[in-house]
């Protein structure tokens, strides 16, 4: 059940029994206080599963909920689901009673005193290339059309910038640009910060040669990756969705004879792997990839891997 369905008149009995304050508080939300889509998205799925869960188990309005309802619900999923999905179930139901808690539709949070699983996370799960690999995929694509173009410079926007997917689909034209006679990139990311920097030499040819080879400099304020036509080969004026780009990057691996499984965040690990290694500082790869701490980095950080694998092949049998 997902209850983020906002073009609906359609709203939760749990919900529209609470009472009409209840219900605008309840959709305000989700339209005014979650501003990031793949959150609200995420969230909407979360909470609504929540609430079909009470009402099946004879809970008739959200104003009922107690602490005891929200750690059955929670206890209930951790024997079915990973300790992080169950942390970010929990994350959006304590998130939405705050804001039902400080629109005084409730008197006190049922879900601030329920704790998740366990959960430690050292290293991250993201499949990652070597370097050789990263440059076999890229030095695979045909550049003489205006996908391969396309395809060249985001994926190497995401590998030597670190870019989120996220960011670099919101990226217009103008947000590539000169300064001090290098180019730059100018990257919306998560919670409305806006990160720029300078491009890597590779980088710099890939977005000219699309960005002139595609025509795209003489309209500035348009989205810089797009869909293409079906049957032109040429950019449209549509934004390129995410489940686009994956299937793109699934294409060109598969082509370019890559067997590991990787999606638009395998770049962003695979960039920042290979600054470590060539020398670069844990400090400096946060602030290029935009992480508000060095802990969320060194998930990305993937050398350990490397050093495993040496080791694993010490067994000489």
Same mark, same amino acid.
């Given at each position: 059940?997902?209850?983020?369905t906002?073009?609906? &008149?359609?709203?939760?009995?749990?919900?529209?029994?609470?009472?009409?304050?209840?219900?605008?508080?309840?959709?305000?939300?989700?339209?005014?206080?979650?501003?990031?889509?793949?959150?609200?998205?995420?969230?909407?799925?979360?909470?609504? /599963?929540?609430?079909?869960?009470?009402?099946?188990?004879?809970?008739?309005?959200?104003?009922?909920?107690? &602490?005891?309802?929200?750690?059955?619900?929670?206890?209930?999923?951790?024997?079915?689901?990973?300790?992080?999905?169950?942390?970010?179930?929990?994350?959006?139901?304590?998130?939405?009673?705050?804001?039902?808690?400080?629109?005084?539709?409730?008197?006190?949070n049922?879900?601030?005193?329920v704790?998740?699983?366990?959960?430690?996370?050292?290293?991250?799960?993201?499949?990652?290339?070597?370097?050789?690999?990263?440059?076999?995929?890229?030095?695979?694509?045909?550049?003489?059309? /205006?996908?391969?173009?396309?395809?060249?410079?985001?994926?190497?926007?995401?590998?030597?910038?670190?870019?989120?997917?996220?960011?670099?689909?919101?990226?217009?034209?103008e947000?590539?640009?000169? /300064?001090?006679?290098?180019?730059?990139?100018?990257?919306?990311?998560?919670?409305?910060?806006r990160?720029?920097?300078?491009?890597?030499?590779?980088?710099?040819?890939?977005?000219?040669?699309?960005?002139?080879?595609?025509?795209?400099?003489?309209? &500035?304020?348009?989205?810089?990756?797009?869909? @293409?036509?079906?049957?032109?080969?040429?950019?449209?004026?549509? &934004?390129?969705? /995410?489940?686009?780009?994956?299937?793109m @990057?699934?294409?060109?691996?598969?082509?370019?004879?890559?067997?590991?499984?990787?999606?638009?965040?395998?770049?962003?690990?695979?960039? @920042?792997?290979?600054?470590?290694?060539?020398?670069?500082?844990?400090?400096?790869?946060?602030?290029m990839?935009?992480?508000?701490?060095?802990?969320?980095?060194?998930?990305?950080?993937?050398?350990?891997?490397?050093?495993?694998?040496?080791?694993?092949?010490?067994?000489?049998?």
């Open positions: 059940m997902n209850i983020l906002l073009h609906s &008149p359609r709203i939760a009995p749990i919900v529209r029994d609470a009472g009409e304050r209840a219900q605008t508080r309840f959709w305000e939300f989700f339209v005014s206080n979650i501003r990031n889509p793949n959150t609200r998205r995420a969230y909407g799925r979360a909470i609504g /599963q929540f609430l079909a869960w009470c009402e099946h188990n004879g809970i008739g309005s959200i104003i009922d909920i107690e &602490p005891l309802h929200v750690g059955a619900y929670i206890e209930a999923l951790t024997r079915s689901h990973s300790a992080p999905t169950v942390k970010q179930r929990l994350a959006a139901i304590r998130t939405l009673f705050d804001w039902l808690v400080t629109g005084q539709i409730v008197p006190a049922p879900a601030a005193s704790r998740g699983p366990k959960h430690v996370v050292k290293v991250g799960k993201t499949p990652v290339l070597d370097p050789a690999e990263a440059r076999t995929l890229l030095d695979s694509i045909d550049v003489t059309t /205006q996908v391969g173009l396309r395809d060249r410079a985001l994926i190497g926007l995401m590998v030597y910038s670190f870019a989120r997917i996220g960011a670099a689909l919101a990226m217009k034209v947000d590539v640009y000169v /300064q001090n006679r290098r180019l730059w990139v100018r990257l919306h990311e998560k919670g409305g910060k990160h720029e920097m300078p491009c890597h030499h590779n980088l710099e040819a890939y977005l000219n040669a699309y960005i002139d080879g595609c025509g795209l400099a003489s309209d &500035p304020k348009r989205l810089l990756f797009r869909t @293409i036509g079906r049957g032109t080969g040429r950019l449209t004026t549509s &934004p390129l969705p /995410q489940a686009n780009a994956y299937s @990057i699934r294409r060109r691996a598969s082509a370019a004879g890559i067997p590991t499984k990787i999606g638009n965040h395998s770049f962003r690990a695979t960039g @920042i792997t290979a600054y470590l290694n060539n020398g670069g500082t844990l400090e400096k790869a946060a602030a990839a935009n992480h508000a701490s060095t802990r969320t980095t060194q998930l990305y950080d993937r050398r350990r891997d490397e050093m495993s694998l040496d080791e694993v092949e010490r067994v000489a049998i």
